[in-house]
């Protein structure tokens, strides 16, 4: 022991800097694994915007056909208002949607009124979750991977980046989460709500997309089901929707001038005792 005593102070020098240069090399490695992950969220949502574009190119060459049921339910689940919309929609090459109503007949909802901003929602939010145009306007957030009906899928949070202005009704804005495919990264289901409120209410609902057309997953069903608090009165509120019937175009499809596909539900439609 004596004979180590004058390399005590060397050895001890030599302990320091191995130890200050293995956490060097730690630090080295947690950086590139934070970098290494913060890419790899990149490139899911990434990938992810690349799909629904070309989703939406696709869709842009189909018409469909959408069947649309929204009732009002009584405290034992009984329906007591039902509003119907069976529609053949198709898209033009502007990706604007044309609506044709083949069957509408009057509203028997009588606790609350449809309003334009539902109808809009049915045609946009509630049917494709957001719009590619506005992509820039939300920030995504990949929450992490899951299991999904025995699928592997990815869920994205997707928020508006700046708050809806409530004056702006028009202007819709999707809030809540996405599901697409791990290996795909086609959206399987998208479960949100549609902003901004105003004085209206709208219901949390889930879209669901698991029909296969050539190689992509196309809108199957929206539901929602959910009691709305008005300042004066609840209302149990069901929504179900289905598309089905999806049609390539023979030809290419050009639409000059479209009236709004809500104009005609605002002549229908007679005004009902609940404001939304």
């Not at 306007?137 to 997707?158: K, M, N, P, Q």
């Not at 409120?197 to 050539?214: C, D, S």
Request: a neutral charge; glycine letters at 4%.
């Amino acid at each position: 022991m004596q004979t180590l005593r004058p390399l005590l102070p060397q050895l001890l020098r030599l302990l320091l800097v191995l130890t200050m240069l293995s956490a060097t090399a730690t630090t080295s490695r947690a950086q590139t694994r934070l970098s290494l992950a913060d890419k790899s969220d990149d490139d899911v949502i990434r990938k992810f915007i690349a799909g629904e574009t070309r989703f939406r190119d696709t869709l842009l060459q189909f018409n469909f056909r959408r069947d649309v049921v929204l009732q009002t339910l009584g405290p034992s689940g009984e329906v007591t208002g039902e509003y119907i919309r069976n529609s053949d929609f198709v898209l033009d090459d502007r990706g604007k949607r044309f609506e044709r109503v083949l069957y509408h007949p009057s509203s028997t909802i009588k606790q609350m009124k449809i309003t334009k901003e539902d109808v809009q929602d049915l045609a946009g939010s509630q049917l494709l979750g957001l719009e590619v145009d506005d992509l820039n306007l939300y920030t995504f957030t990949l929450l992490g991977r899951a299991t999904l009906d025995g699928r592997e899928v990815y869920a994205i949070s997707v928020n508006p980046k700046q708050e809806p202005d409530p004056h702006k009704m028009r202007e819709r804005f999707f809030v809540g989460t996405i599901w697409i495919d791990a290996e795909s990264f086609q959206i399987v289901k998208l479960r949100g709500i549609t902003e901004p409120h105003g004085k209206q209410r709208f219901p949390t609902f889930q879209t669901v997309r698991n029909l296969r057309v050539e190689d992509l997953m196309f809108p199957a069903t929206t539901v929602a089901d959910e009691v709305l608090r008005f300042p004066n009165i609840d209302v149990h509120y069901r929504i179900a929707v289905r598309y089905h019937s999806f049609k390539r175009f023979a030809s290419q499809l050009k639409i000059v001038d479209v009236d709004d596909p809500t104009t005609p539900l605002e002549v229908a439609e007679k005004p009902q005792t609940n404001d939304r």
